[in-house]
């Protein structure tokens, strides 16, 4: 099982950009698609963005689309999402998500990290 451990959450005026970072160990990195996902308060978890292990395809949902970029360092054991031109609808926990079968590309992911919050202030 991997182990990931987001962080750059933090504090941002609407407009303001964000990279979030995702650490992963105990596992081979590359053989796993990865994903982020936010959940706002007495929201329930939504998909944000997900990548293929070889950095081949990426998903994105509607609301986030031309402002968030996912990306992956296999060298580093790492996956990324700059967050840009941010809205305070914005505002969630933001968590890493890794999947090693063909799942990942419905959204269901097996090994989560603790989350890193995000607020947008307006």
């Known amino acids: 099982q991997v182990q990931l451990v987001e962080s750059g959450g933090g504090l941002v005026q609407a407009g303001g950009s964000l990279r979030l970072s995702c650490l992963a160990s105990?596992?081979?990195?590359?053989?796993?698609?990865m994903g982020w996902f936010r959940q706002a308060p007495g929201k329930e978890r939504e998909f944000v963005a997900a990548?293929?292990?070889?950095?081949?395809?990426?998903y994105y949902v509607d609301s986030v689309k031309g402002r968030f970029t996912i990306s992956r360092d296999n060298a580093k054991n790492t996956v990324y999402l700059q967050m840009d031109s941010l809205k305070p609808e914005d505002t969630a926990a933001y968590y890493c998500?890794?999947?090693?079968?063909?799942?990942?590309?419905?959204?269901?992911?097996?090994?989560w990290g603790q989350g890193t919050q995000v607020t947008v202030s307006s």
């Open positions: 105990g596992g081979t990195f590359r053989k796993y698609a």
């Open positions: 990548i293929s292990w070889n950095v081949g395809t990426t």
């Open positions: 998500a890794a999947e090693g079968t063909s799942s990942w590309s419905r959204g269901d992911f097996s090994s």
